[in-house]
């Protein structure tokens, strides 16, 4: 289970190594993607609090990438933090994530991204519940639920 204080390490030291990593040019990008999808997952963007149709969505299932479908996030760690954005509190698999630094807003944050397409998901923050503590708030546009079938 990651901790905060893992999270720190990864921003400062490295990220995990992805399985795979994919590289498309901007337009392939844009061709692929609606325009919010682009703007925020590319552009690093935010949609609106509470505007998402993930955010108040609990269906049993997986939350992948919207750009390259990489499983991120699954169901059961999803949880109502009343922040505005789907929460997690920890991604699928340990390296499935990748964590940088982001000093905008005038605040320090740490930034979450696909770690095999670097698309920009949303940011972590260590208020989330326990045991693990973390709060990944992340975009409803920079997921796709693959719901789970019977």
Same mark, same amino acid.
């Given at each position: 289970?990651?901790?905060? +204080? @893992?999270?720190? =390490?990864?921003?400062? =030291? &490295?990220?995990? +190594? ?36 993930? $955010? ?7 939350? =992948?990438?919207?750009?390259? @479908? ?7 760690? +999803? ?26 807003? &005038? ?19 260590? @208020? ?8 990944? $708030?992340? =975009? ?11």
């Amino acid at each position: 289970m990651l901790t905060w +204080k @893992d999270i720190i =390490n990864f921003s400062v =030291n &490295g990220n995990p +190594k992805p399985d795979k990593h994919i590289e498309k040019t901007e337009a392939e990008w844009k061709e692929q993607l609606t325009p919010e999808q682009y703007r925020i997952t590319r552009q690093k963007g935010t949609e609106r609090p509470h505007s998402g149709e993930l $955010c108040t969505s609990y269906e049993a299932g997986q939350y =992948n990438c919207i750009c390259c @479908d990489t499983p991120l996030f699954d169901s059961t760690i +999803k949880y109502e933090s009343s922040s505005g954005w789907p929460s997690f509190t920890q991604p699928i698999k340990e390296n499935a994530i990748k964590y940088e630094k982001d000093s905008s807003l &005038g605040m320090t944050r740490v930034e979450v991204m696909c770690n095999t397409c670097d698309a920009h998901l949303g940011h972590v923050f260590p @208020d989330g519940p326990e045991p693990s503590g973390l709060r990944y $708030c992340v =975009n409803s546009e920079s997921l796709n639920l693959e719901k789970e079938t019977a």
